[in-house]
């Protein structure tokens, strides 16, 4: 029977069939051990891993020295040898003395890659649920700060929503107001961006750094970018001296080079590249080299000893539309006209097709908030160049120049809660706040 290798990364208990149960347990071979598994001609070294939901039963997940998992199909020929068994590890929480001088640092965990640890036993990557676990990775980041950690959330950050945005941003407000020089954010990459854009909005002036950071490459794999990144926050934190919210992540595909973006201003543009974060439309905030080096390069507010505020109050009645050819008004019409505020990606300068535009109009009639953006992302929206555009301006579509359609869609969220009327949250919307805009190119 040939073989048939296959990408793993989630765990599951489903069962293997008798005759796979019968060919590990003739080895002892379980959850953990080190085998050496023989088959078709081939010979593979690794660590047994749990059984992968998607697997057909007659699959053994192996995590291989490279830190990838491979699923390997085994047979009435094939040969399995244990040549190290697992052992317990233990892992306590740890009490570490405050080094006098140093400034606070407190992580607040939310789940993702970054907020991981691998578990020895099994080889098998779970979220971080011990304060100590984030740090304990890193034991050289306690020579820049003292750091506390707690967990707030250990979750997907793809299962993010506004509830975790506020505790988020009421957590932050509160560490800081209570002597912390600087707040990380662990966070998992797909939704760093709208994360950081909504503390953005809601901690508004903050008096301090908050920065989130995630990580591309799980902490099983010899390519894990979780505690260089992490390392870069804390120089960051500790020598720019610059208030704000902020994301930090690789911007080259070694280990050498970091970028801090402003957190209105980032987006993730690879599904894997460590430096998949760019900033958009602005140039980044500073730049970290690998020996910690930070060079500022767009200034912004310093450090102060104010107090964080967190205005949190966000209307969730907000919808975000991509425009596609032939979308079709009878389908999307009544979404748009149902809700208190639409963030539209347009096409090019701002365009979507005509068929649309009585829709939009009706829902700006009917108090409707409709913001256009772009869907090119770089380049600023100009409804005045065609006719589309300008009918779209009739319809009292309003523009947001260059701002980030996600960015867009939760600064709407915000102003309408944080607004008393339709008429003034528009007005928000066209006035930046935390950097989500500018009247001029960035090259």
């Not at 053994?60 to 040969?79: H, T, W």
């Not at 080889?123 to 984030?134: C, E, K, Q, R």
């Not at 973006?261 to 430096?275: A, E, L, P, Q």
């Not at 930070?294 to 969730?316: N, Q």
């Amino acid at each position: 029977m040939s073989n048939k290798v296959v990408s793993d990364n989630a765990v599951s208990i489903m069962s293997y069939s008798d005759e796979t149960k019968r060919f590990l347990e003739s080895a002892g071979a379980s959850e953990g051990c080190m085998v050496t598994l023989e088959t078709d001609g081939q010979t593979y070294s690794g660590k047994v891993m749990p059984h992968h939901e998607f697997s057909a039963p007659d699959i053994v997940i192996l995590k291989m020295k490279s830190g990838y998992n491979v699923g390997i199909r085994v047979g009435p020929d094939s040969k399995i040898t244990v040549t190290d068994r697992p052992v317990d590890h233990e892992r306590k929480e740890m009490v570490t003395e405050e080094k006098k001088g140093l400034p606070t640092i407190v992580l607040i965990g939310t789940g993702g890659t970054i907020a991981s640890y691998v578990d020895y036993r099994t080889g098998a990557v779970h979220p971080a649920l011990s304060t100590s676990d984030m740090i304990n990775a890193i034991p050289e980041i306690r020579e820049v700060a003292n750091i506390r950690a707690k967990v707030l959330f250990s979750i997907f950050s793809e299962n993010m929503d506004v509830c975790n945005w506020q505790a988020l941003a009421d957590c932050v407000a509160e560490e800081i107001n209570n002597g912390a020089d600087a707040v990380i954010i662990p966070h998992g990459t797909d939704t760093m961006g709208y994360t950081a854009a909504a503390l953005s909005f809601m901690l508004g002036d903050v008096p301090k750094p908050v920065v989130l950071v995630g990580a591309q490459r799980s902490s099983d794999r010899p390519s894990s970018d979780a505690s260089t990144n992490l390392m870069a926050c804390a120089k960051f934190c500790t020598q720019a001296k610059r208030a704000g919210v902020y994301v930090i992540m690789h911007d080259t595909g070694g280990d050498d080079s970091f970028a801090v973006h402003n957190g209105t201003r980032v987006r993730k543009m690879h599904t894997s590249r460590r430096d998949a974060f760019h900033s958009i439309n602005a140039t980044p905030v500073a730049h970290v080299d690998a020996a910690g080096k930070v060079e500022i390069i767009t200034e912004c507010r310093p450090v102060s000893d104010g107090k964080a505020v967190a205005r949190t109050a966000m209307e969730k009645d907000v919808v975000l539309l991509q425009f596609f050819p032939g979308m079709d008004p009878e389908v999307f019409g009544p979404i748009i006209t149902g809700a208190k505020g639409v963030v539209i990606a347009g096409s090019g300068l701002g365009h979507v097709n005509s068929n649309m535009i009585p829709a939009i109009a009706d829902a700006v009639r009917n108090g409707t908030v409709v913001v256009m953006t772009s869907q090119c992302l770089n380049g600023r929206v100009n409804m005045n160049v065609y006719n589309t555009g300008r009918d779209l301006i009739n319809a009292g579509v309003i523009s947001v120049m260059d701002m980030l359609p996600e960015t867009a869609y939760v600064k709407l969220k915000w102003a309408l809660a944080n607004t008393a009327d339709a008429e003034e949250a528009k007005r928000v919307m066209q006035t930046p706040l935390a950097g989500e805009m500018s009247d001029r190119r960035e090259f």
